[in-house]
């Protein structure tokens, strides 16, 4: 009789010990969206605005699960506050609207720096002999469940939505990447049969960027993404958020891939940009002068 008492008082324990997270997420999710996250969504993701009053409230609601779950910690003495956390946050979450996924089930904590960090990267000369050196980085995805984000460069990412240049977006798109097991310009796409179209276009827009960056020629996608096709595909989602217009017009099929994995089309929160001025010689390409942290 005691040993039946036990054992249903074990199962029990563990019945609500599996309940109680979902529990209380639900009672989380159940709390009207406090005002003051609205305001901060509202000026500091400018096209929060424009979007459908559908997506806003699944942005909302996705919000308030990212900030339940997820730890932020300051670092170099920055306090995370409120701003920080939505505006984070939301911009994340943009990701994430439209389909039935978790909330980057890999990711625990964001760390958060006041601006660009220094990173420990050895550096081999030609006769391969390591050198320690450091590197400036704005922002770094690990597999490990860590985003490393410079709070100045959120806000510079977030402030100018045409710019194709968007920390926030970058470094959680490595993250959905890493959600597929490997690391690889390819995140989970559902059906098996998505991966072809995917890889054929992806393949070809990326070999077309390393062309475009080997020989100096403008382009609409940053030619960081250039440098392996993980950077690809996280350069790809900065520019389909920030640039769709410009996207969909000189890159159509990668534009397509994009829109059908991220169930949105940014087009509608955006109005068209003015012609862009011809020039004789190409140009060097806009960059923020210091690079992202590569994936690892
Ligand atoms: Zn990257």
Excluded at 94 to 120: D, E, H, M, Q, W
Excluded at 187 to 202: A, D, K, Q, T
Aim: a negative charge.
């Amino acid at each position: 009789m005691e040993a039946l008492f036990w054992t249903t008082a074990i199962v029990v324990a563990i019945g609500l010990g599996m309940g109680y997270p979902g529990w209380r997420l639900k009672r989380a999710l159940a709390q009207p969206f406090p005002p003051a996250w609205l305001d901060i969504l509202e000026h500091n993701i400018p096209i929060y605005r424009n979007m459908q009053p559908e997506l806003q409230a699944q942005l909302q609601r996705l919000v308030q699960q990212f900030l339940f779950q997820k730890k932020f910690v300051g670092c170099e003495g920055l306090e995370v506050d409120d701003e920080m956390r939505v505006t984070i946050a939301g911009q994340a979450c943009l990701l994430l609207l439209g389909r039935y996924t978790r909330v980057y089930r890999k990711l625990n904590t964001i760390l958060v720096y006041p601006s660009a960090f220094l990173v420990p990267r050895n550096h081999a000369d030609e006769a391969g002999i390591v050198h320690p050196a450091r590197q400036e980085l704005l922002g770094e995805s690990w597999g490990d469940g860590r985003v490393v984000l410079s709070w100045d460069h959120v806000q510079r990412g977030a402030g100018d939505w045409t710019d194709g240049q968007n920390v926030v977006l970058h470094e959680f798109a490595h993250q959905l990447d890493s959600e597929s097991g490997s690391n690889n310009g390819a995140p989970f796409l559902g059906h098996p049969g998505s991966y072809r179209n995917w890889s054929e276009v992806l393949s070809r827009d990326f070999n077309n960027l390393r062309h475009d960056a080997m020989f100096h020629r403008q382009s609409v996608l940053d030619h960081y993404g250039a440098v392996n096709p993980a950077e690809f595909f996280a350069v790809a989602t900065e520019t389909f958020f920030e640039k769709p217009w410009q996207m969909a017009e000189r890159h159509a099929a990668l534009y397509e891939q994009f829109q059908q994995y991220y169930r949105v089309d940014p087009r509608d929160w955006l109005a068209p940009p003015a012609p862009e001025p011809q020039f004789d010689e190409p140009e060097p390409p806009a960059s923020y002068g210091t690079v992202y942290g590569q994936w690892r």
